[in-house]
Every structure is written in structure tokens, then in C-alpha cells.
């Protein structure tokens, strides 16, 4: 049976989704391992996007919080919003409750990707904060350390990500990930997934 791997991210202006394609390829790329790209639901009404100039969604299909059950791992994503994860990933979070009660993701492993509008804006501290939600439902985070080699170590071009997960620098909006973001999100999908095979392949 193929091992599941489920990449559910919020991206409201599209660097995070962008991410999300090329960690779903990495993950693809292990033999045996299915990968599956959802959304989660959106909070803010049509007219605060609109003044947001936000884009209208893509045809991701939306994740409900039961659902996340069926995976035996994930990549979770979100843009932050003041150095933590944005609400609407919060909201979503907030009504796994039934999961939580039974610890259903129990045992599960789980990475973290993330968008920021600067150098300053949360790299490090998006994903940190996020792991608190990893922790109640029992799940095993995993970072990808400094497994992507030389690419952790790029000084000369400007690099979203840190040893914690994929990311990318949003900018004013106009600044789109980079070939080397995109290679990072690319290895984290693979090393996930290589790490969720072994987990379900031992038990």
C-alpha cells in the first residue's frame, strides 16, 4: 500500500502555493509514496480579499479537518503574519479538536514551509511557533537540518528557508520564489517523504 503524504498549506497570494508544487514533485519523486496537494479553507470574506488584491484561488481541492487522518505524513505551509502562522491556518488547526481527542496524528511526522514579506519577517520563528501545534497532536516534527548541503550556505542571492523548512521571501508581493527556494522545497518533499515511508515501513 503506497505510503500518503499530504501537503495542506494557506496561500493567499500565491509564493506558498508556488512552494507547495514543488514539495509535492519532491515527495512524488520516492518510490511508493503518494503525494496530494490540499488547501486549507479560506476565512476572510470575498470583499476583504478583493481590497487585499489577492487572486482568486486555485483548483486545489479544500481539506476538512478529518481528513487529515487517511495521511501517514505531511507538509504543512503558510505565509506568516507578524513571525507566526497566518489565522487561516490557525483556524483550521484550531477545529482539529476530534483528531486531538483521540490522537489520531499520534505518532505521525510532519514538516513545516512557510512565506515572509522580509529577511526579518519570521523565517525561523513561523515555523518555531508552529511546532506547538505538532506537539499536541503527538506528531514528530521533522526539519530538514542542513541536509540540502550547500544551498543552506548561499550568501551571495537572497534565500528563504532555514534548517527548520522550506521558504521563500515574498517581498511587496512581486518577488516570486527562486530556483534555489524552489530546489529547497523540492529536497524537503523528498526528505519527508523518504522519512514517512521508513515510519510506516517499521510499524
Given at each position: 500500500m503506497a505510503t500518503k503524504v499530504y501537503i495542506v498549506y494557506y496561500s493567499m497570494y500565491g509564493h506558498v502555493e508556488k512552494l507547495a508544487e514543488e514539495i509535492k514533485k519532491g515527495a512524488a519523486s520516492v518510490e511508493g509514496v503518494e503525494a496530494k496537494l490540499w488547501q486549507v479553507p479560506e476565512t476572510l470574506p470575498e470583499e476583504a480579499l478583493?481590497?487585499?488584491?489577492?487572486?482568486?484561488?486555485?483548483d486545489v481541492p479544500i481539506i476538512t479537518p478529518n481528513e487529515l487522518a487517511d495521511a501517514d505524513g505531511f507538509v504543512f505551509g503558510f505565509p506568516t503574519r507578524f513571525g507566526m502562522m497566518a489565522a487561516q491556518f490557525k483556524a483550521f488547526l484550531d477545529a482539529t479538536g476530534g483528531l486531538w481527542r483521540t490522537q489520531q496524528l499520534a505518532g505521525k511526522p510532519a514538516g513545516i514551509f512557510y512565506s515572509t514579506g522580509s529577511q526579518g519577517g519570521g523565517q525561523e520563528t513561523?515555523?518555531?511557533t508552529a511546532i506547538t501545534q505538532l506537539v499536541h497532536h503527538g506528531m514528530i516534527f521533522v526539519p530538514i537540518g542542513y541536509t540540502f548541503g550547500a544551498g543552506m550556505f548561499e550568501m551571495e542571492k537572497v534565500k528563504g528557508g532555514s534548517p527548520y523548512g522550506a521558504g521563500t521571501f515574498a517581498g511587496d508581493g512581486s518577488r516570486q520564489p527562486s530556483e534555489l527556494e524552489l530546489e529547497q522545497a523540492f529536497h524537503q518533499g523528498k526528505y519527508v517523504a523518504t522519512i514517512t515511508k521508513k515510519l510506516k515501513g517499521a510499524a
Open positions: 478583493g481590497k487585499m488584491s489577492a487572486p482568486p484561488k486555485s513561523t515555523p518555531l
